[in-house]
């Protein structure tokens, strides 16, 4: 019998609101690091049929320049669309005792808000992305550019 390998695939993309501020620091090494924890909604009709709403609140890591961009950029209320894996840290609290957290270490952000340019238009915010290699800016608001390009041909043999 042949032996399962199980794929090995750690990725998440939400959308949500900024809870707080995001909080900005440099490791010993002067490396940027940005959390922020953002509000993500789901509505979903309950056994009564009405509308309900229920909310999660996940936990962001940025590093680098994306943490620059973030720092820059982003305040509470702010929507971002975040890309990236999930990951784990643990910690001990001040009372001794450990404590686990899962998070989303971000390799892209798309801030969503709106701001004011300097010729009278609004224009949506780009993609930042933790590649320094990456200075692509993405002026549609389409999760296409998220995808593969094995990705992209299965979504179109499909249409």
Known sequence: ?????????NSVIVAGNLTKDPIFRETSNKTPVVN???AVNRRYKDSSNQWQEDVCYVGV?????LADSCRDRLRKGSAVLVDGE?????????DGKNRTIVEIKAKRIQFLNKFAKSNGYDEEE???????????????????KFLTDEESDLINDKE
Not at 61 to 65: H, I, L, Q
Not at 128 to 142: F, K
């Open 1 to 9: 019998m042949a032996e399962f390998k199980m794929p090995e695939l």
């Open 36 to 38: 922020f924890h953002i």
């Open 61 to 65: 890591v940025a590093w680098n320049k």
């Open 86 to 94: 999930l990951q784990s840290r643990t910690f001990k609290t001040d």
């Open 126 to 144: 780009s993609v930042y992305s933790e590649d320094e290699n990456d200075n692509s800016d993405y002026e549609e608001n389409s999760f296409d």
